[in-house]
């Protein structure tokens, strides 16, 4: 079985200050991982997705993930935060089994200006 | 090329009511998945069509169920409405053909319903 956990359900940082979403998976299998970021009122957009090519996972708008094996982790960073990263974000695990995506619940960041 | 588009985009109906939702995937993607969002369960898989077939399930009652048009465009269909069944129901698709793990899905804006 799979799952994935997103260990802070809200996150608030200023304008311009670092962004650090948690995340750790449970998988039997070699995973397949994935952040998607949704706007209110918006469907999801993949921000990044981690295929085992590379351990660190450049995405768009300047997020980045590293996959670490060992502690089971896939955080998601930011430098600097903008006004515009004000969303929920998630956390995705996919097996080697189809098209099955399993979510965490979700972290929302809320960003101060 | 045009992104996943969900019609309707809210829906009101009554409990005990039927009500068919319908997506329509990228072109030239050939498999589609849907998940129901929710506030206390979060997003969860409902199922996947791909070549007109239910390739995967979700844990959802036999009252949820779906179809795949030789388009590619895909209806879900819940019966006998619940006040749980309001959700945000998600439509996803994926140029996957192998159905393989690293697959990028996109998903549509969403088909909001509420069950009254």
């Known amino acids: 079985a799979q799952s994935v956990t997103q260990l802070d359900s809200h996150v608030s940082v200023s304008e311009g200050t670092p962004v650090l979403l948690r995340c750790n998976y449970s998988?039997?299998?070699?995973?397949?991982l994935f952040w998607y970021v949704q706007h209110p009122n918006k469907g999801l957009q993949l921000l990044l997705k981690y295929t085992s090519a590379a351990t660190l996972v450049k995405g768009i708008n300047g997020f980045e993930a590293e996959f670490k094996k060992s502690e089971t982790s896939f955080h998601l960073t930011k430098p600097s935060a903008h006004m515009s990263d004000a969303a929920e974000y998630f956390c995705?695990?996919?097996?080697?089994?189809?098209?099955?995506?399993?979510f965490g619940g979700g972290t929302r960041l809320m960003v101060k200006p | 090329k045009a992104g996943v588009t969900q019609t309707p985009r809210y829906l009101i109906k009554t409990r005990g009511q039927q009500v068919t939702l319908s997506c329509s995937p990228i072109?030239?993607?050939?498999?589609v998945s849907w998940y129901q969002q929710t506030p206390g369960q979060g997003l969860q898989f409902l199922f996947e069509y791909f070549s007109e077939t239910q390739r995967n399930k979700g844990n959802f009652p036999g009252r949820f169920s779906g179809r795949q048009f030789s388009n590619s465009r895909s209806e879900m269909n819940v019966s006998t409405l619940e006040l749980g069944d309001s959700a945000l129901y998600l439509c996803?698709?994926?140029?996957?053909?192998?159905?393989?793990?690293?697959?990028?899905?996109?998903f549509g804006p969403g088909t909001r319903l509420t069950v009254l």
């Open positions: 996803a698709s994926s140029s996957t053909i192998a159905g393989h793990s690293t697959d990028t899905q996109y």
């Open positions: 072109s030239g993607h050939r498999s």
């Open positions: 998988s039997s299998y070699s995973p397949s």
């Open positions: 995705v695990v996919s097996l080697n089994a189809g098209n099955m995506l399993t």
